[in-house]
């Protein structure tokens, strides 16, 4: 069996998004209904299995012997007590989410309470080389807009490593950002570029990770509140970031609002560093962008 | 001299999807190995309160899983054995050491993780069926003992001692056994086969537990969750109260009991509309052996639909009595023959009670039946609506009821042992035969019927055509006196209309 991969960082993480859950999803506890990337240990699951009544774990394991860590983590789900809670999904979750199926043409039934995506990977990945699709960003999209047509209010939890963090889809973006800044009258270019000089990659991704989920889930009818996003060092001291969505359905409109997070708040918004399983405030040195008047 | 070899892996495929041509017979091995393992942990425990066996269906796995005692290293070994079981054909429902090697016909892979109680280790095995069948199919002839040491593995890892499991994948079901993930067939295969508690909706489920537990040595149910439901045994509605019937080897007054059973009978008439869910069932440790249609077979010579007018199990005591491999009948042999023999006393018993029921049945119905014909006769003499012409039919219809009654008076009044059923019914029967007879000597006088000729004033020719008319009537509708009484009444009653007298 593979050793264990929990850290007390990511422990803190969990409990965080433990908090974040009963916060949010309290009338509901005990009947809630999860979607993620578990892991064959189940630690997430494990901490919450009292708030749950549907577990739908994706789990793509590793090649050649696919099925050792699949196997694994029905097995944690037995030895917890909770094996007729969960359901496997076998596959790269992505491709479930494009796909709407797993491996085995097993439906992705929406819709989520909580949706987990623990990558330990990084979000920006391309398919090839180069320019290919960014999958994992197409996943999300596509994830947001799935549980859209429920219009059910939701948490989405997002981990990652922080490859592929200087694809210039980020700087890009940023870019855009400033010039949609100025167009309502806010000189956000000694920000921006503070962002985009900073020596830490994880401070670009606290920025594109919430604004690309507030514009997906706005384009939905969604409003989007994040949590302070948090860093921390992971298995084997990998960078890892985590951020956590409320998403709330609203119906007042049939065009799409703007997102309700100004681009000011986003950028403006803290960041939390978890160190041996401690969370602590972070000075990463960055000019606050003042509101128009 | 090079190694000789005696058996080679094309064995494996003969047994593994030979013995098996219903594959969900395959769980229930599987669920066999769990429900010995649940007992053996009971005795060792003397826990009351036990863990569900657990079976999972996630395509394109299916998981079985129990709390049961687990297996040690020995025994984790012998798991890889092919026809090598070390349990106790006395106790255990499993012994032949081959249900296990019947998953290589499901699947591609069998894996199971394993840990005893009280052994700080837990075992995982994995059979690589696929490899094995692959390598069978190609001709290699690879020998058996050769085939199932170079795929199956052997690991072990650490544990708490105090934990006791086994832990079983049925890797990538066949495309051939996908059947297995009709998880509604499967849910009914296992509910009629497995050795489940009685549905607590079954109103005399424990009653019947109490006496299997009382009667049957070491009687066992177990609880089972199956995708997270949990399952019970299967019962029709409209069900009479139990009765129970123990059948011993002969007919001496120490003859050890070699099989218990209960049935209970149908509140309606004959057989049971839940056709599934009716007639008996033989089960060995509480599994069922065969399914309604083998006791049928083997207990009812003459009148088999009778099997079906109860439902219910006969628990088989007798070890020499043994399942086929595939459980769906006995080991031919002495033992079985008798217990065939015997308890053919049951069907004996319940072809007597469907009898029993039938005539009774037959018989009340007779009395409702004869109520009603001499009130509507009683009401249409006094409303002077039945013509004189019907007269003969109205007394042969009187005469043939009060035949009828008496006919099963007398056969029911002859019974050496009449239930109060049977007492009631004689009381009822008998007073409905006395007003038929008072009935009829009314009708002999001819008081109440309508006679047309006195209504109007019919001339000897009109009269000689009415009664022309009236015997063709008769003649061509003798075989339906409803009708000849309908058009004759509708013929006087035209006539009273049309030859009204001013």
Redesign the interface.
């Known amino acids: 069996?593979a050793p264990s991969r929990f850290t007390q960082n990511k422990q803190t993480v969990r409990d965080l998004q433990g908090e974040t859950i009963k916060n949010h999803l309290k009338g509901r506890l005990g009947n809630l209904s999860y979607f993620g990337l578990p892991s064959d240990e189940m630690k997430d699951i494990m901490d919450w299995k009292a708030l749950f009544s549907v577990f739908i774990a994706v789990e793509r394991g590793i090649v050649p012997n696919t099925?050792e860590r699949q196997?694994l983590l029905?097995?944690s789900a037995?030895?917890n007590d909770i094996?007729?809670?969960v359901?496997?999904l076998?596959g790269d979750i992505d491709k479930v989410i494009l796909e709407g199926r797993d491996d085995?043409?097993?439906a992705l039934n929406y819709p989520f309470d909580v949706i987990t995506l623990d990558y330990s990977g990084g979000l920006l990945y391309r398919e090839k080389e180069g320019r290919g699709r960014q999958y994992r960003l197409e996943a999300i999209k596509e994830l947001i807009q799935k549980q859209a047509g429920y219009k059910t209010n939701y948490l989405l939890f997002v981990s990652s490593n922080l490859d592929n963090c200087k694809d210039t889809e980020i700087k890009n973006t940023l870019l855009n950002l400033q010039t949609e800044l100025l167009r309502y009258g806010t000189d956000a270019k000694e920000t921006i570029q503070a962002y985009l000089n900073h020596e830490k990659d994880e401070v670009r991704l606290k920025l594109y990770v919430p604004y690309f989920v507030n514009q997906i889930a706005a384009g939905c009818n969604y409003n989007c509140e994040t949590e302070p996003t948090i860093f921390y060092l992971g298995n084997q001291d990998t960078r890892m970031m985590n951020f956590r969505f409320w998403l709330t359905y609203d119906p007042r409109t049939t065009a799409p609002r703007f997102p309700r997070e100004s681009l000011v708040q986003i950028i403006n918004s803290p960041m939390t560093e978890i160190k041996e399983g401690v969370c602590c405030k972070t000075n990463l040195r960055l000019p606050k962008l003042q509101r128009p008047i | 001299m090079a190694k000789e070899y005696f058996a080679y892996g094309s064995v494996l495929e003969a047994l593994s999807s030979g013995l098996y041509p219903d594959k969900r017979h395959v769980i229930r091995e599987f669920v066999q190995n769990a429900f010995d393992a649940v007992n053996d942990w009971k005795k060792i425990s003397g826990e009351q309160s036990l863990s569900p066996i657990?079976i999972?269906i996630?395509?394109?796995?299916i998981?079985i899983?129990d709390r049961g005692i687990g297996m040690d290293e020995n025994q984790a070994h012998i798991f890889r054995y092919l026809g090598y079981s070390t349990k106790d054909r006395k106790e255990d429902v499993g012994f032949r050491g081959i249900g296990k090697d019947s998953g290589v016909a499901v699947a591609e892979?069998i894996?199971v993780?394993t840990s005893r109680y009280q052994v700080p280790k837990r075992y995982t095995i994995v059979i690589d069926a696929q490899k094995m069948l692959d390598e069978t199919a190609s001709g290699r002839n690879t020998p058996l003992e050769e085939l199932l040491e170079k795929n199956t593995a052997l690991s072990e890892?650490p544990e708490i001692s105090d934990l006791h499991?086994t832990?079983v994948?049925l890797?990538?079901i066949r495309k051939d056994s996908h059947t297995l993930f009709d998880t509604s067939k499967l849910k009914d295969y296992l509910r009629r086969n497995c050795p489940l508690p009685f549905d607590p909706q079954f109103t005399y489920a424990d009653e019947i537990t109490q006496r299997l537990k009382t009667n049957i040595p070491n009687f066992s149910a177990i609880d089972m969750?199956f995708?997270?439901e949990k399952l019970y045994k299967p019962f029709p509605s409209n069900y009479l109260r139990p009765e129970y019937e123990p059948i011993f080897s002969n007919d001496k007054e120490d003859a050890p009991l070699i099989a218990y059973c209960w049935y209970c009978g149908n509140k309606e008439k004959g057989q049971f509309a839940d056709k599934d869910n009716s007639g008996l069932v033989y089960r060995v440790k509480n599994f069922a052996v065969g399914d309604r249609h083998l006791t049928r077979k083997t207990l009812w010579s003459t009148t088999p639909e009778r099997a079906f007018y109860f439902f219910g199990e006969i628990h088989v005591l007798n070890e020499e009595v043994v399942p086929s491999s595939d459980r769906t009948d006995f080991k031919d042999n002495e033992a079985r023959d008798n217990l065939y023999q015997r308890c053919q006393r049951i069907a004996q018993i319940l072809s007597q009670r469907a009898g029993t029921e039938s005539a009774q049945r037959t018989f009340d119905d007779s009395i409702t039946s004869a109520k009603e014909l001499l009130g509507l006769r009683e009401k249409k003499l006094k409303e002077n609506v039945t013509p004189i012409e019907v007269k003969p039919l109205v007394e042969y219809e009187i005469r043939k009821t009060i035949e009828d009654i008496e006919k099963r008076l007398d056969r029911t009044s002859r019974k050496r042992n009449p239930s109060i059923k049977d007492m009631e019914l004689v009381q009822r029967g008998a007073a409905v035969a006395e007003s038929a007879k008072e009935f009829l000597k009314a009708v002999e006088s001819k008081k109440g019927f309508s006679d047309i000729r006195q209504q109007i004033e019919l001339n000897e020719q009109a009269e000689q055509v009415y009664q022309v008319i009236i015997n063709c009537l008769k003649e061509e509708l003798s075989s339906d006196p409803g009708l000849l009484e309908r058009i004759i009444s509708n013929i006087n009653k035209a006539m009273a209309k049309f030859f009204k007298r001013p």
Do not use: C, V
């Open positions: 069996m099925w196997y029905m097995f037995f030895m094996l007729s809670k359901t496997l076998r085995d043409g097993n | 657990e999972r996630q395509k394109p796995s998981f899983a892979k894996i993780t890892e499991y832990f994948e890797h990538n969750k995708n997270g």
